[in-house]
């Protein structure tokens, strides 16, 4: 048997993190940067990052091929979402321990270019960092 915790760590010896520093400068210097919210949809209605795309884990892997970005390529949805893994993702939830399981479960996709940020959402609200809602 292993604990959620177990399963987080051995999920975060597999992925690349980034922390908030790093992704605030990352959204400042490209706006257009993917930014995907796997939080439940009523924690990211009550405050999220501007730009960011609600997937919540649960579903992430059934609906990545409806990200806005893969919707305006006006390709297959195959080749779309091939060009969507080609730049990188960014997956954040409230500690970082959701977007490390769903950086991996991305990964066992095909998505390499892609990145946990850790401490996640708590981390950036307690930088105050800007959000909205």
Wanted: hydrophobic content about 45%; proline content about 6%; overall charge negative.
């Amino acid at each position: 048997m292993k604990t959620a915790q177990q399963l987080v760590a051995d999920a975060k010896a597999q992925i690349q993190e980034i922390n908030i520093e790093q992704l605030a400068t990352i959204l400042k210097n490209d706006p257009e940067a993917t930014l995907i919210d796997v939080r439940e949809p009523a924690e990211f209605a009550q405050q999220h990052i501007a730009g960011a795309v609600n997937y919540p884990r649960g579903v992430l892997e059934m609906n990545i091929h409806n990200h806005p970005k893969v919707a305006a390529s006006g390709c297959e949805p195959a080749l779309a979402l091939e060009q969507l893994a080609k730049a990188p993702i960014y997956l954040i939830c409230r500690s970082g321990g959701r977007s490390a399981l769903a950086t991996v479960s991305l990964q066992q996709m095909g998505f390499t270019n892609i990145f946990s940020v850790s401490p996640g959402m708590q981390g950036w609200l307690d930088a105050k960092l800007p959000t909205v809602s």
